[in-house]
């Protein structure tokens, strides 16, 4: 079974800062891409970011987090982060973390999500 444990979230003020920390655990043969998503009551999950596995890590970034956000990631530890800096209001939302995982009892890949972690930026 695997699963994405996700850390970091909680209550900034607009400016602030804030790290998000997803972590892969189980029975697993490879971590593929990892991402953020984020989603607001009422409306559909949206991709924030999101990193290759491949050396160096090919990213992409929504427009509006470009130049704000940075998502990184820890081969060894089958983490990503999402460094989150000038936080604006419109950022509340809650943040998901998602793994393209090979987990070992399986010949494919699947989609893992993690539970989610709650952004708040007030103004």
């Known amino acids: 079974q695997v699963q994405l444990v996700e850390s970091g979230g909680g209550l900034v003020q607009a400016g602030g800062s804030l790290r998000l920390s997803c972590a892969a655990s189980g029975s697993i043969i490879r971590v593929n891409r990892m991402g953020w998503y984020r989603q607001v009551p009422g409306k559909q999950r949206e991709l ?3 990193i290759s596995n491949t050396s160096g890590g090919t990213t992409n970034y929504a427009d509006s987090v470009k130049g704000r956000f940075t998502i990184s990631r820890d081969n060894a530890k089958n983490t990503v982060y999402l460094q989150m800096n000038s936080l604006k209001p419109e950022d509340t939302a809650v943040y998901y973390c998602s ?3 090979k987990p070992s009892d399986s010949v494919w ?3 893992y999500w993690g539970q989610g972690t709650q952004v708040t930026v007030s103004s």
């Open 99 to 101: 793994a393209n995982v």
């Open 109 to 111: 890949s699947y989609d």
């Open 48 to 50: 924030v970011a999101r």
